[in-house]
């Protein structure tokens, strides 16, 4: 059976009501028939609900469903993608284990590696977004515990060899972490590649309408497990409410992915040559620099598009002040097209030279396309452009 099918098809068992569409979960706890079963259930004898920091009937659903999709062992749900990240580190490291990572990621990726992790004595290095399976090898010392990336990155859409990676990280026998938000296991799956753990950031496409938070992480049972009792007890929970929006969410992210794809190539075929644009970015087109890496990886393009502006800063500025259908929003994978400038906004706390370093240029502009008519989303942007 199709993952597509088996994740639409999973569900909770159905109460007495006998209801088709799982209710919601709202509750803090849960009871016990008699003392002896409470007992049994907090020594971890018998694997039952006791309170919704730990785990929900609703969290349960949306991480049996993630599991499937990403076709991992386990998963755990949190309150945000950043505090999947969070919990991801702080449970798998120690003092003087380091992180080896691509230096295009999100900027609060970025500000947890340089600001937080730190005053845990956990380390980190960079490599660029374009480095040789050697670079990796070579960034490689003793300290090293994990290998970490995202691919297609945050905002420039370069596109990281999974296998590559995956290879070097089995070889030094380190965690090998990917943040797969922007592809979603709809277009890719980094397990097939060696990937130990899948961070995702459920806000984004998972959810596709703008309304919830929330944070999955799916790998295998082991580290899974040690993700689940540090956030048991430190208490990044996902609600009920928003893990029941996600898992219906799921049911519907094969279809909107294809949507958003098949959007985000038409704008990018339209305004690879227009000539306010410099250059733009878009994986499924032959002249994306990664583009042989993507079609070994990626079962489409996704859907966001980047560009920069000829003229900069103030190009950018004038660009997003002329949409009239597109919104501006630091949010993204949602039905509504959304335009955003990273140099003033997800990575304005990286400084001039550490955006430069990772593509992220005053003019860049990142569209995530939306489900609307592609004609209306590209009529508002050379609108925009012109």
Known sequence: MDKITQAIRTQLGPTSEKEHSNPIFLTSSFTYENAEEMRAVFADEIDANIYSRFINPNTKELQDKMTILEGTESAYAVASGMA??????????????????????FGSTHTVFTKYLPKYGISHKYVPVNATAEEWENAIDETTKMIFLETPTNPGLDIIDLEM?????????????????????????????????????????????????????????????EIYLFSRSTGPAL???????????????????????????????????HPAIDWLKYPELPSH??????????????????????????????????????SLTANL?????????????????????????????PGLIRISVGLEHREDILKDILQALN
Request: overall charge positive.
């Open 84 to 105: 999947a990240m969070f919990a991801t580190f702080m449970s798998l490291l120690k003092q003087g284990d380091s992180i080896l990572s691509c230096n295009a990621i």
């Open 165 to 225: 990676v995956g290879e070097i990280a089995k070889k030094h026998n380190l965690i090998f972490v990917v943040d797969n938000c922007f592809a979603t296991p709809i277009i890719q799956t980094p397990k097939e590649f060696g990937a130990d753990i899948i961070v995702h950031s459920g806000t984004k496409w998972i959810d596709g309408q703008g309304r919830v938070l929330g944070g999955i992480i799916c790998g295998k049972k082991d580290l899974i497990h």
């Open 239 to 273: 609600s009920p409410f928003n893990a029941w929006i996600l898992s219906k969410s799921l049911e519907t992210l094969d279809v909107r992915m294809e949507r958003h794809a098949s959007n985000a190539k038409f704008l990018a075929e339209k305004l690879e040559n």
């Open 289 to 326: 620099p990664q583009y042989e890496i993507a079609k070994k990886q990626m079962k489409n393009g996704g859907g966001l598009v980047v560009f920069n502006l000829k003229g900069g800063l103030e190009a950018g500025r004038k660009f997003l002040d002329k949409l009239q259908i597109l």
């Open 333 to 361: 994978g949602d039905t509504r097209s959304i335009a955003s400038h990273p140099a003033s906004t997800t990575h304005a706390k990286l400084t001039e030279e550490e955006r430069m370093k990772v593509g992220i240029t």
